[in-house]
């Protein structure tokens, strides 16, 4: 019998969806827009983001997940069936076999969540693998060698660090910090130092056009518009980069201390492996700008960012889904 294949990257912030012998088939943000009056599903994906903050009091925009984790599960159950429902094409009555990547630190429940989810969705049958090992498969690093090797994989509501050897692994630690904590933290300097209330959306321009890990000789920046907390009126600012820089300091010191727990509990063998070979930096967080060059200097061990960084667990998956039967009974819960 035919059967369909398609795996699905459930991030905090965006949802990437894939399938065997193809590219990324949808990447589309991982928000929900609800009716609050007849608790019905309004919109998925970039139709219901651009509602965010914007919505009448009847019309709720969620994120499904938060930190990495299923924070509404009827919610997180919309956004499976509606990436399951794009994925069908001439066979659409076939029910797929799905594989889901899950955060290292996720529980038992959990992980019976994200499962349950995916059946009600119309999954034939649902597979987890943990995001640190598909982001490993994805960057190239020969997970099943006997060396060490760590990943750094940032994402939108975590960073998880694994210390990965023989295929599984061996250390790991998962900070609920990432690129949603790294806009929060723009969003509250911003109110602090003038007074001035954006959105998350406008924080998200702010941390592409001009965040960096580390102060620039050469700063940049830019026009904000936002309401004035003292008036209430629209207002515009100027804010320049090493702001920004300023403002991702607890965050980025976050990351830096879960990367340290990690390397702590990682055997002496494995640790000579990391030195020599560096830390692998993945996660659509990991295109903050200088943030390898940070990493490097405040742990001591070289850091390089892979190629393609925020489709790493993609590649991951797709790999994984040609060769299921291979990886099956090794990696896959």
């Avoid at 060698?145 to 990965?164: H, L, Q, W, Y």
């Avoid at 490097?296 to 889904?321: D, F, H, N, R, T």
Wanted: net charge positive.
């Amino acid at each position: 019998m035919f059967t369909r294949k398609i795996g699905i990257d459930l991030g905090t912030s965006n949802t990437i969806l894939t399938a065997p012998k193809k590219g990324v088939i949808a990447s589309e943000p991982s928000v929900v827009a609800i009716s609050l009056e007849e608790n019905k599903i309004l919109a998925v994906g970039q139709t219901a983001k651009e509602m965010l903050g914007k919505t009448p009091d009847m019309i709720r925009a969620a994120c499904p997940l938060k930190d990495g984790v299923i924070a509404d599960f009827r919610v997180t159950e919309a956004l499976i069936y509606y990436f399951i429902q794009k994925s069908g094409g001439a066979f659409k009555f076939f029910r797929p076999e799905t594989l889901i990547s899950i955060p290292a630190g996720i529980t038992s429940t959990e992980r019976r969540a994200v499962i349950d989810a995916s059946l009600e969705a119309g999954a034939k049958t649902a597979y987890l693998v943990k995001k640190p090992i598909l982001a490993a498969i994805g960057a190239g690093i020969p997970i099943n060698s006997p060396a060490g090797n760590i990943i750094i994989d940032i994402g939108g509501g975590t960073a998880e660090i694994a210390v990965i050897s023989l295929g599984g692994i061996v250390s790991a630690h998962s900070a609920k910090v990432g690129g949603n904590k790294f806009d929060d933290a723009i969003i509250n300097y911003i109110r602090k130092k003038y007074m001035l209330a954006i959105g998350n959306q406008t924080a998200e321009r702010i941390k592409i056009r001009l965040g960096s890990a580390i102060l620039q000789s050469k700063e940049e920046e830019m026009e904000v518009r936002g309401r004035d907390l003292s008036t209430g009126l629209p207002k515009v600012i100027k804010i320049r980069s090493n702001e920004v820089t300023e403002a991702l300091q607890d965050q980025l010191r976050d990351v830096i201390q879960a990367i340290k727990k990690v390397l702590q509990e990682t055997p002496p063998e494995l640790a000579a492996d990391i030195i020599d070979r560096g830390m692998i930096l993945t996660g659509g967080s990991a295109q903050l700008k200088n943030l390898d060059n940070l990493l490097a200097k405040a742990v001591g061990v070289p850091c390089y960012v892979a190629e393609e960084p925020s489709l790493c667990v993609v590649k991951g998956i797709k790999i994984v889904l040609e060769n299921l039967d291979v990886y099956k009974r090794s990696l896959v819960s």
